[in-house]
């Protein structure tokens, strides 16, 4: 395992969040902010805790549960969470969009039959103003590998405007 995760900034971003002080930092609200818990992060690296997986009115369950596949969404939270942490002081985060996600390993069919807390890790391999490349896995509270993968997010990239129509 890689050493401890500390932040660097204790004023400006706290070493632990609970489930609102991360739906205050990233683009998800309601029942669509999946995290409870950042439980440490460092300029690389991030951890997280959920359990929203259990929770049958969880936004993302289909007619046949919580399929793993939404773990690219879990850790896609995780993502956005540590680009706001990591952004420099007095800057605003980096809008960004999940771009691709490559190598993705599905260990288990379902994610709302794991018993207790998923933990949500993201580390980042790589990135510049306009991108960053994640790997990302969510385990079981007993360490197990659940599914693993890279994730591409893109950077600072407005979405484009619809053009707009002639009135008739």
């Known amino acids: 395992m890689n050493a401890p995760l500390t932040p660097t900034n204790t004023s400006m971003h706290p070493a632990t969040l609970d489930r609102d002080g991360i739906a205050a930092r990233i683009p998800h609200s309601g029942s669509m902010c999946l995290l409870d818990a950042l439980l440490k992060w460092d300029p690389e690296r991030a951890l997280c805790r959920a359990t929203s997986h259990r929770d049958t009115t969880n936004p993302l369950r289909s007619p046949g549960g919580l399929l793993s596949p939404v773990a690219i969404e879990y ?31 599905l260990h288990v069919a379902r994610l709302d039959d794991v018993p207790g807390a998923l ?50």
Do not use: I, K
Request: net charge positive; aromatic share 4%.
């Open 75 to 105: 850790a896609s939270q995780v993502m956005a969470l540590h680009g706001g942490l990591t952004a420099p002081p007095g800057t605003a985060p980096s809008a960004g969009f999940l771009a691709a996600a490559r190598g993705v390993n």
């Open 119 to 168: 933990l949500v890790s993201v580390t980042r391999l790589a990135g510049a103003e306009a991108q960053a490349l994640y790997q990302f896995e969510l385990r079981d509270e007993a360490g197990r590998l659940l599914v693993d993968g890279r994730a591409t997010v893109v950077l600072n990239t407005p979405l484009p405007r619809p053009a707009a129509t002639a009135a008739p």
